[in-house]
């Protein structure tokens, strides 16, 4: 494992308190960044926000009948020359699209291809490209051999803009390419890269929401992509940041990562009381809302919320059981942005039971009661100490990187409620664990679910990505 490293959206309109710039026009959308200096550079275009988090619907593409894949077992579907996958994506512009990052060793040493692969029917086996292959001549081989050298935790896909990708890499593997740490762009569905932050960048600083000099870039762990405003990136860091007295930074871009600037946030004045703020800590990273809005989680500590661009942190709870891990809750392994469910909830795994926390308007959050069946209430310990949640059409997932659980139920539908669903037994449903190995990096994490085709994904490092399909 890599050195300790442990996700079609109709959303109601969040706490007006809470998340301010839901709604709002382009004007205003430029005053409220203009607030936080230093803002973007004057004649940057800034695009009319979509609504409330409101993700365009994808174009509903249903996958072959014939290759779906089994639903009482995993299917591995990875080609057979890849050895290690990682970050995975759904498409945002075509259900049935499945993005999947792969590095170029697995953990044996072992050799196969690496970079950023494409199928768009369901992932199902030999349904692959290989997109950044270098002998492609529609590719830049130069940037292609850079991004095959990429172990790669963390992406995000432009929701407005087709062919717009970004990849984090921050443990460069071996291989004959440019070094790849920092975040790299592409804007032609991956036949060519740039890298658009680095590590040791010295850009515009800025403290307490004043302008502070310059600050040096860390090593990039991260981004997280504003789900009203593509433009809008925040980037988490992989180790302290290089700057005297603010071991704790966040880069941020409202231009897609042409320019950025570097909050640094104040240990005295972000996290008081705490030392949250004072060294970086595995795992942890930002899960953008909206322009001032994001969740600031990790590994070992409650998530935090800032609501005026990491001035200020506000720890969601007291319960230090409360822990967002993995995919959908630690911010090291952000994929998609963070948009509500069907029926407008956030969920993030929580490191101990109950296993999942929501919420309606991302300050407020609730334990859904008695998430584990009875019948796997007692499986090894570890179960939900390492989770990983998704969520899509009305189903909300929960899967464990040990054992290979998966558990899933149904959103409930008003008047009925979460607190309901304590009173019904087997209200949560067990996936097979056959083709999931019990093992550490074996189970099932880094979950992505088309509610569409109805197929569930979980990229799993050494034994490689898989998928079942839940009527």
């Excluded at 942890?284 to 001035?311: E, I, Y």
């Excluded at 469910?341 to 859904?368: C, F, H, M, N």
């Amino acid at each position: 494992m890599k050195k300790s490293r442990y996700a079609g959206l109709a959303a109601p309109v969040l706490a007006a308190n809470i998340l301010p710039l839901f709604f709002v026009n382009c004007g205003s959308f430029a005053a409220a960044a203009a607030a936080a200096a230093p803002a973007p550079p004057a004649g940057t275009p800034i695009p009319t926000p979509t609504a409330a988090g409101v993700l365009p619907t994808p174009k509903a593409v249903l996958c072959q009948t014939a290759t779906r894949p089994p639903s009482d077992s995993w299917q591995l579907v990875a080609p057979a020359d890849v050895v290690y996958t990682a970050a995975i994506a759904t498409d945002p512009f075509s259900t049935g699209t499945i993005w999947m990052s792969a590095r170029n060793a697995d953990d044996s040493g072992a050799k196969g291809r690496g970079g950023l692969f494409k199928s768009t029917d369901c992932g199902a086996p030999g349904s692959w490209t290989w997109v950044t292959d270098p002998a492609n001549r529609a590719n830049n081989a130069n940037s292609a051999r850079m991004v095959n050298r990429m172990w790669t935790w963390s992406m995000a896909m432009d929701f407005l803009t087709p062919g717009t990708i970004y990849l984090e890499d921050n443990y460069a593997q071996s291989g004959d390419g440019p070094e790849p740490n920092g975040l790299s762009k592409s804007t032609d569905f991956g036949k060519t890269w740039k890298k658009v932050i680095d590590l040791g960048d010295r850009i515009p600083a800025v403290v307490n929401g004043k302008t502070h000099g310059t600050g040096q870039v860390p090593n990039v762990a991260s981004v997280s992509m504003d789900p009203t405003d593509p433009l809008h990136l925040v980037v988490g860091a992989h180790d302290d940041c290089p700057n005297p007295g603010y071991p704790v930074c966040q880069p941020e871009s409202f231009d897609g990562g042409r320019t950025w600037r570097l909050l640094q946030l104040d240990p005295k004045n972000s996290f008081p009381n705490t030392n949250i703020g004072g060294a970086w800590q595995e795992q942890s990273g930002p899960l953008v809302l909206n322009h001032t809005s994001w969740l600031f989680t990790g590994t070992f500590n409650t998530p935090w919320l800032t609501t005026d661009s990491a001035q200020t942190f506000t720890s969601i709870s007291s319960n230090t059981s409360y822990i967002g891990i993995f995919s959908s809750g630690g911010g090291e392994w952000t994929t998609q942005p963070m948009a509500p469910s069907t029926l407008g909830y956030y969920y993030l795994a929580s490191r101990q039971s109950p296993g999942i926390i929501y919420s309606k308007d991302a300050k407020t959050w609730v334990e859904i009661p008695n998430v584990l069946p009875r019948s796997i209430s007692q499986a090894p310990t570890y179960f939900p100490q390492y989770s990983d949640v998704a969520f899509g059409g009305g189903r909300v997932l929960l899967g464990d990187a040990v054992t290979g659980y998966v558990i899933w139920a149904n959103e409930p539908v008003p008047p009925m409620t979460w607190a309901d669903t304590a009173k019904i037994a087997s209200y949560w449903h067990i996936l097979p664990t056959t083709g999931l190995s019990a093992t550490p990096s074996g189970g099932a994490y880094f979950l992505k679910y088309d509610d569409v085709n109805h197929i569930l994904y979980a990229s799993r490092g050494n034994p490689r990505m898989s998928r079942i399909y839940i009527p």
